[in-house]
């Protein structure tokens, strides 16, 4: 929906638009599978996120961060 700024997802180069595909080894096909990805006990933990963007697959490396 958004990106916020200052975030591990802006940090990482996640954009508006963007569709994200994975985080890690977990798919990302419903908003429960990304709150899993992003819980608590990998804050800090570094992960490869998947994301579709122009018709194409990237991968951007992110920093878990804590969820305000």
Known sequence: MSVNGESPAEQAG???GD???AIGD???RHMDDLLVALSRDRIGLNAIMRVLR???V???KLTIGARP
């Open 14 to 16: 996640l954009l508006m």
């Open 19 to 21: 569709t994200l595909l």
């Open 26 to 28: 977990q798919p990302a």
């Open 54 to 56: 122009a018709g194409h």
């Open 58 to 60: 990237q991968e951007l």
